[in-house]
Nanobody, 115 residues
Framework: QVQLVESGGGLVQPGGSLRLSCTAS????????MGWYRQAPGQQRELVAR???????DYADSVKGRFTLSRDNAKNTVYLQMNSLKPEDTAVYYC?????????WGQGTQVTVSL
């Protein structure tokens, strides 16, 4: 069972930045797809960004141009750099790993964008 540990959430003002990290208990070079979902209160979990081995990241339309997903195989870590944050980005962010779909999840990290 792959364990994923997230960090980097917090409170930030609109227009600010945060970087989320997700470190795996195994080599991420063996995990075909990794990325992030988020879930706001009362809403369904939605895909934010994902990256497949050998491919380029895919992003939700709502975060394109503001978020950047990257993976560092040497550190077994994926990163989500979030810039120009908006109040509507407030949610719990979950890291995932899997093949065609998520099979492993992190515990979630809260991101709150507010004055």
């Amino acid at each position: 069972q792959v364990q994923l540990v997230e960090s980097g959430g917090g409170l930030v003002q609109p227009g600010g930045s945060l970087r989320l990290s997700c470190t795996a208990s195994v080599s991420i070079s063996s995990i075909y797809t990794m990325g992030w979902y988020r879930q706001a209160p009362g809403q369904q979990r939605e895909l934010v960004a994902r990256i497949r081995i050998g491919g380029s990241p895919d992003y939700a339309d709502s975060v394109k141009g503001r978020f950047t997903l990257s993976r560092d195989n040497a550190k077994n870590t994926v990163y989500l750099q979030m810039n120009s944050l908006k109040p509507e980005d407030t949610a719990v962010y979950y890291c995932f790993g899997g093949t065609l779909g998520p099979t492993s999840w992190g515990q979630g990290t809260q991101v709150t964008v507010s004055l």
